[in-house]
């Protein structure tokens, strides 16, 4: 099979369709992405890469497109919403000519936000005569509002047109979770083309051996995180995430005397705001220790007696399953999940924690506080399951071999001409 992937995010960003690229050429699809240039998360353009110009890269047997991209820069709305259109521009522009002359039995997007990212697939899907399969990873343009980046409903009408033409030139409209179904069918012109394809959680932030060497910063870290009861919260530290409850809860905890700590490691639009709120509070229980590169993740979640994920208390996020949910279960280690929905019952199903309301700040006190409770028998039965489950519901091999599958059932439905 012939596959072209369209997707802003792609390696040297550490997102999981790395590594399910890297699967599905381990089972023969001749793979060709098209992407933009890295600037995720720092929003900065990596060393070695231009923001401006198209190259072709090779990454472990896949050949790699880029088109210039506007960098996301930090904090800054403007810049954001450039860094989103600069890449639907630029590949509905030099997209067909950087593939001029190439056949494709299919093609796939990778749709975390913005979900416009697929409107150059679309083109593509077009010209190239192939079917287009897209896999959502957020709502539009339920997010942009939940979010708040975007608050004028005018705008919000016109996102949900161009969303709405997205899903009816689409083929296949995979969801992570099954909250997504409802929302998309409104949309779609077929519920029927919606299919259950979750995140798989082998990637490199979610495998490999727990090690940190003695005396490096990875070790000490993670040394310090074993050291008492420590909850480690990991990724982007943005609006979505509920920052404020955590804080709260910490707060909270601290007051009581709590021997409780928690380490949020990661960067994002609110770092700054957190730094000064501990400080303000005089908090020392809450550790930033910034970003490490998700080969260091097993390391720091072993090290962790609880992973905690949370996210504000908005409809949309009742819907979805963060993507680090498939990671902290795959690591064995109890899961804290101030969640609504979806998410908070994949935990529960898997008897891998416990969860509280969103957004509840004496809820994910008295969580955090019930579980540090516990006796380290029943915590790390908690583990046992959410290894457990992982394996079983999100294991990549798993899930390259049921993409594989459809994108075949696709391309022998609709062959391409000639």
Same mark, same amino acid.
């Given at each position: 099979?012939?596959?072209?992937?369209?997707?802003?995010?792609?390696?040297?960003?550490?997102?999981?369709?790395?590594?399910?690229?890297?699967?599905?050429?381990? %089972?023969?699809?001749?793979?060709?992405?098209?992407?933009?240039?890295?600037?995720?998360?720092?929003?900065?353009?990596?060393?070695?890469?231009?923001?401006?110009?198209?190259?072709?890269?090779?990454?472990?047997?896949?050949?790699?497109?880029?088109?210039?991209?506007?960098?996301?820069?930090?904090? +800054?709305?403007?810049?954001? /919403?450039?860094?989103?259109?600069?890449?639907?521009?630029?590949?509905?522009? $030099?997209? =067909?000519?950087?593939?001029?002359?190439?056949? $494709?039995?299919?093609?796939?997007?990778?749709?975390?936000?913005?979900?416009?990212?697929?409107?150059?697939?679309?083109?593509?899907?077009?010209?190239? %005569?192939?079917?287009?399969?897209?896999?959502?990873?957020?709502?539009?343009?339920?997010?942009? /509002?939940?979010?708040?980046?975007?608050?004028?409903?005018?705008?919000?009408?016109?996102?949900?047109?161009?969303?709405?033409?997205?899903?009816?030139?689409?083929?296949?409209?995979?969801?992570?979770?099954?909250?997504?179904?409802?929302?998309?069918?409104?949309?779609?012109?077929?519920?029927?083309?919606?299919?259950?394809?979750?995140?798989?959680?082998?990637?490199?932030?979610?495998?490999?051996?727990?090690?940190?060497? =003695?005396?490096?910063?990875?070790?000490?870290?993670?040394?310090?995180?074993?050291?008492?009861?420590?909850?480690?919260?990991?990724?982007?530290?943005?609006?979505?995430?509920?920052?404020?409850?955590?804080?709260?809860?910490?707060?909270?905890?601290?007051?009581?005397?709590?021997?409780?700590? $928690?380490?949020?490691?990661? +960067?994002?639009?609110?770092?700054?705001?957190?730094?000064?709120?501990?400080?303000?509070?005089?908090?020392?229980?809450?550790?930033?220790?910034?970003?490490?590169?998700?080969?260091?993740?097993?390391?720091?979640?072993?090290?962790?007696?609880?992973?905690?994920?949370?996210?504000?208390?908005?409809?949309?996020?009742?819907?979805?399953?963060?993507?680090?949910?498939?990671?902290?279960? /795959?690591?064995?280690?109890?899961?804290?999940?101030?969640?609504?929905?979806?998410?908070? %019952?994949?935990? /529960?199903?898997?008897?891998?924690?416990?969860?509280?309301?969103?957004?509840?700040?004496?809820?994910?006190?008295?969580?955090?506080? %019930?579980?540090?409770?516990?006796?380290?028998?029943?915590?790390?039965?908690?583990?046992?399951?959410?290894?457990?489950?992982?394996?079983?519901?999100?294991?990549?091999?798993?899930?390259?071999?049921?993409?594989?599958?459809?994108?075949?059932?696709?391309?022998?439905?609709?062959?391409?001409?000639?």
């Amino acid at each position: 099979m012939r596959l072209l992937l369209v997707s802003q995010y792609f390696w040297p960003e550490t997102f999981g369709i790395n590594a399910l690229a890297r699967a599905l050429r381990e %089972r023969g699809v001749e793979i060709t992405v098209l992407t933009g240039k890295p600037n995720y998360p720092d929003g900065k353009v990596f060393a070695g890469h231009s923001a401006w110009g198209c190259y072709r890269e090779d990454w472990q047997g896949v050949e790699v497109f880029r088109v210039p991209l506007f960098p996301r820069g930090r904090r +800054s709305a403007l810049r954001l /919403a450039l860094n989103y259109l600069s890449f639907v521009a630029a590949g509905m522009v $030099f997209g =067909p000519w950087l593939l001029r002359g190439k056949r $494709f039995d299919a093609v796939f997007v990778y749709a975390p936000s913005p979900l416009l990212q697929a409107l150059p697939a679309v083109l593509l899907a077009g010209l190239k %005569r192939a079917p287009l399969a897209l896999w959502v990873q957020d709502l539009w343009p339920e997010s942009l /509002a939940a979010t708040g980046f975007v608050r004028n409903r005018a705008a919000l009408a016109l996102v949900g047109g161009i969303v709405r033409f997205i899903y009816r030139h689409t083929d296949r409209i995979l969801v992570p979770s099954e909250g997504f179904r409802a929302p998309i069918a409104a949309l779609a012109d077929d519920p029927a083309k919606i299919r259950y394809y979750p995140n798989a959680w082998v990637d490199e932030g979610c495998s490999g051996p727990a090690e940190a060497a =003695p005396g490096t910063q990875l070790g000490m870290l993670a040394a310090k995180i074993a050291d008492g009861f420590s909850v480690v919260f990991a990724g982007n530290l943005g609006t979505a995430q509920s920052l404020d409850t955590i804080v709260d809860a910490a707060e909270r905890l601290q007051r009581e005397g709590l021997a409780v700590r $928690f380490f949020l490691i990661g +960067s994002g639009s609110l770092s700054g705001w957190l730094a000064a709120e501990i400080e303000r509070r005089g908090l020392d229980n809450i550790e930033l220790p910034g970003r490490f590169p998700a080969s260091a993740m097993p390391a720091l979640y072993a090290a962790a007696a609880a992973l905690l994920v949370s996210l504000r208390d908005e409809p949309i996020f009742a819907w979805t399953i963060p993507s680090k949910v498939q990671g902290y279960l /795959a690591a064995g280690r109890p899961v804290i999940a101030a969640l609504n929905g979806e998410g908070a %019952r994949v935990v /529960a199903a898997a008897g891998a924690g416990l969860a509280c309301p969103a957004g509840d700040a004496a809820a994910l006190a008295d969580t955090v506080r %019930r579980l540090a409770a516990l006796n380290a028998g029943v915590r790390s039965k908690m583990g046992d399951n959410a290894r457990r489950y992982a394996a079983e519901h999100f294991a990549l091999e798993r899930l390259a071999t049921n993409l594989h599958v459809l994108l075949d059932e696709m391309a022998a439905v609709r062959p391409m001409d000639g």
